[in-house]
T-cell receptor, first 109, second 117 residues
Framework: GQNIDQPTEMTATEGAIVQINCTYQ??????LFWYQQHAGEAPTFLSY??LDGLEEKGRFSSFLSRSKGYSYLLLKELQMKDSASYLC??????????WGAGTKLIIKP | GAVVSQHPSWVICKSGTSVKIECRSL??????MFWYRQFPKQSLMLMAT?????????EQGVEKDKFLINHASLTLSTLTVTSAHPEDSSFYIC?????????????FGPGTRLTVL
C-alpha cells in the first residue's frame, strides 16, 4: 500500500532550527511536496523535490533521497508565525498526491 | 502565482438540505481540479478528481451520488453535498493544477467550512 509517515508533533524554540522528517512508500514516484497549513486555513505550497538533494529557499530547505524514500523540511531562524502543521505529500505514478497526516510544529519563545 | 478561490468560505445548514461549493481558478485554466475533505486534526483526504468536461473520479468510500461534482469549464468546478447530515460537517478544500507532467503543483483554494446542524 501507499503510506506517508511523519511525526505527529514537534516543539522548537524561537530562533532555533528544526527538521521535520518524512518517509514515503508509493506506487511510483513523481516528486515530493511540503505544504504549510495554519489552523483553519488551506495548505500553502512550500517546496517540491523530484531529484535527490537539498533545495534551499530562504529560511526553509527541503531534502530528498529517492533511494531511501525519505525527505525532510528544515526550518531555520524559527519565528512564532512558523507555528503550523507541515504536510508531506508524495506524487505517485498516477500523479495523485498521497498525503501524510501532518506534523504540528509548536514554537515556544 | 496561480490563485484559486472558493465560495462560500463557510456555511451552516440544516440537516437534509443541499449545499453547493464553488471552486474557481482566477488567473489560469485548470485542467484538473481536486476536492479534499479535512476533519479536525487530520490530514487532507482526497474525495475526487475532476477533469473539465468529463465525469469526476471518486475515491473509494466517497459516494458519488451524495457528493456531486461538476467541472463545467476550465476555471470552475462545483461540489454539491446533497442531503447533508451532521457527519458531513468538515473543511472542504479544492485545488487545481495547470496540467501536464511538468506542472504537478496543486494550488489550493482557501477552503469552505461546512457545519450541518
Amino acid at each position: 500500500g501507499q503510506n506517508i509517515d511523519q511525526p505527529t508533533e514537534m516543539t522548537a524554540t524561537e530562533g532555533a532550527i528544526v527538521q521535520i522528517n518524512c518517509t514515503y512508500q508509493t506506487s511510483g514516484f513523481n516528486g515530493l511536496f511540503w505544504y504549510q497549513q495554519h489552523a483553519g486555513e488551506a495548505p500553502t505550497f512550500l517546496s517540491y523535490n523530484v531529484l535527490d538533494g537539498l533545495e534551499e529557499k530562504g529560511r526553509f530547505s527541503s531534502f530528498l533521497s529517492r533511494s531511501k524514500g525519505y525527505s525532510y523540511l528544515l526550518l531555520k531562524e524559527l519565528q512564532m508565525k512558523d507555528s503550523a502543521s507541515y504536510l508531506c505529500a508524495a506524487l505517485d505514478s498516477n500523479y495523485q498526491l498521497i498525503w501524510g497526516a501532518g506534523t504540528k510544529l509548536i514554537i515556544k519563545p | 502565482g496561480a490563485v484559486v478561490s472558493q465560495h462560500p468560505s463557510w456555511v451552516i445548514c440544516k440537516s437534509g438540505t443541499s449545499v453547493k461549493i464553488e471552486c474557481r481558478s482566477l488567473d489560469f485554466q485548470a485542467t484538473t481540479m481536486f476536492w479534499y475533505r479535512q476533519f479536525p486534526k487530520q490530514s487532507l483526504m482526497l474525495m475526487a478528481t475532476s477533469n473539465e468536461g468529463s465525469k469526476a473520479t471518486y475515491e473509494q468510500g466517497v459516494e458519488k451520488d451524495k457528493f456531486l461534482i461538476n467541472h463545467a469549464s476550465l476555471t470552475l468546478s462545483t461540489l454539491t453535498v446533497t442531503s447533508a447530515h451532521p457527519e458531513d460537517s468538515s473543511f472542504y478544500i479544492c485545488s487545481a493544477t495547470l496540467g501536464g507532467n511538468d506542472n504537478n503543483e496543486q494550488f489550493f483554494g482557501p477552503g469552505t467550512r461546512l457545519t450541518v446542524l
